[in-house]
């Protein structure tokens, strides 16, 4: 296909940045290889890995031993929640969680644990309220802001409800905020937290379980020690480097980038016009609201499935998403949008533009005019 | 009689071949991960088409994989769709058809079975989703205005245009019109074979020549949405069968028990007790009394056979509309010379001028004016007595 491409799922992971794709290439060039090892070649791989936990740790205001390397943040994720959770613990989370965390709650539940889904408002903020610390104890899987219908939980007040209630450990999923905001350890308060790559323009493949000072993390993977014993087998040093210095390198600029997203976002509606001419509804917290993540729009159709929209849409040359990865096609409605009170058919259309730092102004205004013409179409060939 | 299972040539009179389109379109190609609609695929793109890929997702066999590498409907499958798509240059999307071939394949196929009848799934899957909701979606999302699948078969036109049929395929071993024939006069007109004029050997070679990774699959064989072939434990899944009932002579004299009739078709001989001097096959299946009556072989030839859902391209047969031209009644089946009669109600009564050996109810009827399709319907039930 010759049309032009227009990128619109920066939530699902953004272009490398160019600096940290020449980092990484220069890297490889050096010949990086294997950082365990008695020679000047694993010590030279080894001093290039410890600059990168190092400098995540310092963006993140942790020490680099709190940093674990991982190679998905379904991974880090999973990593935290087993270092934290025994059988007994009463598991809350939330269904608006990433497929990842779902799937480890339901992990969790097939080996007879106990899972309590704590009710999501209809903007999308977590509602603790009567949840009691149960006598067998709690450990909790959250994330800060959902990649899904952009929802940024009002933290800490959250964690502060949390402490009051449930109570336990928290494993945090943090890889959409940490791309909205300067997220600290201290600021986010738990056990364990996640957070990603590629969301702020490193490479796929790597991610990190940043764990407070007293946390211990128990290994699911053994190996050969690596990570303080914490994730054994040979450590991905190129990716990481890449990983930090993308990291960095997007906090620099993080609130000229919050504010530039902001307005795409803005200009994207105004172009895009009353959603209720599409057939569309907003999902998650209101457009215009500070609990929104920057450049993120989330809908709903109750007219089509979501799968149908992102494949008329690609066709038209637009990436969008439906905002909850989902394999083969399957059309189940979506959890997340159904806990926000939405109906089954709504749940099956989901529909999301996530906007990121290389989005134009010119891509904006032309996805807009592309969206309507395609929802347009697809919607007057629906038998009503 | 002159038993035949290769279609005559040749076009009735008014008719035209349809030969693929030259003009460029934009095609939406039904990619199965197997080798035929893989090549399919590769001939709209060297003809200049703009091909969009899709694999239907139908069912929850596509959450697992297939060793076998025999059904559409696996992971498996799309996978190697897939691949063919990339390795095509063209886009590729998993479509979700669930609920069609719920409502469409699934739902009457255990039906059939409850009624003692023997379904034909293809025939509904091929009529109401891939050149019914799937032309749609393609048409919505895509704007494709064709779409094309690896069937062996080839269309026809009336000189003027307004009418379509379809022709059998030139390889009469492969020839798949008999699955096809629910496809209306509309659907055929928008319907792309690209393989109808090619024998299997020429688009295995094909497939080698372009480097498909589906050159050397098999054939896919089983009932798709029954990767593993077990029918019956879907059909006891959906509550169907009666269990254990008696088997009859046609006298009415006990023979037997049988495990239940979901299990038999007429024609059957396989499931049934001893080894007389001369072989019985099934000659009826009633779930009403859970019987199964058994015949000698020469008492299952037919003159007459009772249609149902019988149609033409141009819409249901009418009251006291005959079609004259050469019957089948199964895939490949011998074709003899007969009548239908059209009876109200879309059915029919076929009177055939040899014998055909054992009609089954439920499965499908077609009949061929020289090479064209000109009506399709299903065998119907015995009326009770």
New interface residues.
């Given amino acids: 296909m010759s049309r032009p491409r227009i990128f619109l799922d920066h939530a699902s992971g953004s272009p490398t940045r160019p600096e940290v794709v020449a980092l990484m290439s220069d890297l490889q060039r050096a010949g990086i290889g294997n950082p365990s090892g008695g020679h000047a070649e694993a010590r030279r791989a080894r001093a290039v890995l410890d600059e990168a936990r190092s400098s995540l740790a310092q963006d993140l205001g942790v020490e680099p031993r709190q940093v674990t390397f991982t190679a998905t943040a379904s991974e880090a994720l999973a990593l935290g929640l087993h270092s934290v959770l025994t059988p007994a613990l009463r598991l809350y989370t939330t269904a608006g969680e990433h497929r990842g965390a779902r799937a480890l709650a339901s992990q969790h539940a097939a080996m007879g644990g106990d899972v309590e889904l704590i009710p999501l408002g209809a903007d999308g903020v977590m509602q603790l309220s009567d949840h009691r610390r149960p006598t067998e104890g709690a450990a909790g899987l959250l994330s800060l802001a959902s990649g899904e219908v952009g929802t940024i939980q009002p933290w800490p007040e959250v964690l502060q409800r949390w402490r009051e209630t449930a109570g336990g450990p928290l494993v945090i999923d943090a890889v959409q905020a940490a791309y909205h905001g300067s997220i600290t350890a201290s600021t986010i308060g738990a056990d364990h937290f996640v957070i990603g790559s590629a969301k702020v323009g490193g490479p796929f493949g790597v991610a990190a379980l940043i764990s407070a000072p007293e946390a211990k993390v128990r290994p699911m993977i053994v190996g050969g020690g690596q990570e303080r014993g914490r994730r054994g087998g040979t450590e991905a040093v190129t990716l990481a480097a890449g990983f930090a210095a993308a990291f960095r390198a997007h906090r620099a600029h993080i609130d000229q980038s919050r504010n530039r997203l902001q307005a795409c976002a803005q200009s994207f509606d105004e172009a895009l016009g009353p959603l209720s001419t599409l057939g569309l509804i907003a999902t998650g917290a209101p457009f215009t609201s500070e609990a929104r993540l920057a450049g993120h729009r989330s809908y709903a159709a109750r007219w089509a499935l979501g799968d149908d929209l992102v494949a008329a849409l690609d066709h038209a040359g637009i990436a969008a998403s439906t905002g909850s990865a989902c394999v083969s096609g399957s059309r189940e409605p979506s959890e997340g949008l159904l806990a926000l009170g939405l109906s089954d058919s709504e749940s099956r259309g989901g529909l999301r533009f996530s906007f990121g730092t290389t989005t134009t102004e010119d891509e904006v205004r032309s996805a807009a005019r592309i969206v309507r013409e395609v929802l347009e179409r697809v919607r007057g060939a629906v038998p009503a | 009689m002159t038993a035949t299972t290769a279609v005559l040539n040749g076009l009735p009179d008014g008719w035209r071949e349809a030969p693929e389109s030259s003009v460029p379109e934009r095609v939406l190609v039904a990619l199965s991960g197997g080798v035929d609609s893989s090549v399919a695929a590769a001939l709209l793109v060297e003809a200049g088409h703009e091909v ?1 890929g899709v694999w239907m ?1 139908l069912h929850s066999a ?2 697992q994989g297939d060793g076998h590498r025999k059904s559409c409907c696996t ?1 498996d499958a ?1 996978d190697d769709a897939r691949r063919v798509a990339d390795h095509l240059g063209i ?1 590729f ?4 058809l ?2 069609e071939f719920a409502n469409s394949v699934l739902d009457p196929f255990v039906a059939a079975y409850a009624s003692g009848e023997t379904p034909s799934p293809c025939v509904g899957c091929n009529t109401a989703v891939k050149f019914g909701a799937l032309v ?2 393609g ?5 494709c205005t064709a779409v094309a699948t690896g069937h062996y078969a080839r269309r026809a036109v009336t000189v003027d245009g307004g009418s379509w049929r379809l022709r059998s395929a030139i390889d009469s071993d492969k020839d798949q019109t008999y699955f096809l024939h629910g496809l209306d006069s509309a659907a055929i007109a928008r319907a792309r074979f690209p393989l109808g004029g090619m024998t299997k050997p020429e688009v295995r070679e094909a497939a080698r020549q372009r480097g498909l990774v589906t050159a050397e699959k098999p054939e896919s064989q089983e009932i798709c949405f029954v990767p593993d072939g077990d029918y019956r434990s879907l059909l006891r899944e959906r509550g169907v069968g009666r269990g254990v009932g008696e088997i009859i002579d046609e006298s009415g004299a006990h023979v037997g028990t049988h495990a239940g009739t979901e299990g038999f078709t007429v024609g059957q001989r396989k499931g049934l007790p001893g080894s007389g001097v001369a072989a019985r096959y099934v000659s009826s299946v009633d779930p009403v009394t859970n019987r199964i009556t058994i015949a000698p072989r020469a008492a299952l030839d037919v003159r007459n056979i009772a249609l149902v859902g019988v149609s033409t391209p141009d819409g249901p047969v009418a009251l006291g509309q005959t079609l004259e031209g050469h019957a089948r009644i199964r895939h490949r089946g011998t074709l003899v010379r007969g009548t239908i009669t059209g009876c109200g109600g879309g059915e029919a009564s076929l009177a055939l001028s040899d014998p055909l050996w054992a009609p089954s109810p439920g499965q499908t009827v077609v009949m061929y004016d020289g090479e064209t399709l000109v009506a399709g319907g299903r065998i119907a039930r015995p009326r009770p007595a």
Wanted: hydrophobic content about 40%; glycine content about 10%.
């Fill in positions: 969009v997702r596509a959450d992971l799309a886009p999307h998993i479509q979700n669930e609920e749609g979606k048409s919505a999302l895509f704007g």
